[in-house]
């Protein structure tokens, strides 16, 4: 029991500095990727509510495509078919070996993609839920887009998809941990690199598992606060 503790500890002797350092970085790749997932979620729902039809088509499409291939295989095309295609336009410029990308804006890249398409249907449902009555009585008197993105659409829009937003949070939480394919020395890859190094894979495994599962009951209370917050001045019916 005393040698975990101290393998888990701080200092010279233990993995603590190096474990915090990954969490830290399963935190920055996370929220990277889901404001990405929502940058791409959102121009996807307004493309599934146009009216033009390429714009809908393009997002059925994204979506669809998105939703039906596993996360780890966009990963390993991103990373794999980015970085041979930096290395192929470089050997063009006379340059030799083998050129990788960044690993952490792959990671955020390919996760926010996979993201962005549940997102889009998250915030589309959103949208869609909002009372028409509110929308027609804010034009009626005299409201402009803008006002009403402001008064009206935004906050009865975030309200309704707050709770989607969050499960897809926690998914991409998750799925960060797929990411350390390329590389990237997050939480799972730190772990995996410790229980490696160490002879000890249970007592690394087991801290992953403690760590990640701090991080999501963490991110499940900010999140009903959050959704708590969003409600005030609501009618209950």
Not at 184 to 189: K, S
């Amino acid at each position: 029991m005393f040698s975990s503790v101290a393998l888990l500890g701080f200092g010279q002797q233990g993995w603590g500095d190096q474990l915090l350092l990954a969490t830290l970085m399963t935190l920055a790749v996370s929220v990277a990727a889901f404001l990405a997932g929502i940058g791409f979620g959102i121009l996807g729902a307004w493309a599934k509510l146009s009216r033009a039809g390429w714009a809908h088509v393009a997002a059925d499409t994204y979506t669809t495509v998105m939703r039906g291939i596993p996360d780890l295989l966009v990963i390993y095309l991103f990373y794999f078919g980015g970085s041979g295609a930096v290395s192929t336009l470089a050997h063009l410029l006379g340059a030799q070996g083998f050129y990788g990308i960044n690993p952490f804006m792959v990671g955020t890249l390919a996760v926010g993609i996979v993201s962005g398409a549940y997102q889009t249907e998250v915030l589309r449902g959103a949208y869609l839920a909002i009372p028409t009555g509110e929308l027609e009585a804010a034009r009626a008197v005299g409201m402009g887009r803008m006002l009403m993105l402001r008064r009206i659409t935004g906050p009865r829009l975030l309200h309704y998809a707050l709770p989607g937003l969050g499960n897809m949070w926690q998914q991409v939480l998750k799925e960060s941990a797929l990411i350390s394919v390329t590389g990237l020395v997050e939480l799972m890859r730190q772990v995996h690199i410790g229980a490696g190094s160490s002879g000890q894979p249970f007592v690394f495994y087991l801290a992953g598992f403690t760590l990640y599962l701090v991080l999501t009951t963490a991110s499940g209370g900010f999140l009903r606060l959050a959704e708590a917050h969003s409600a005030r001045g609501q009618r209950r019916a």
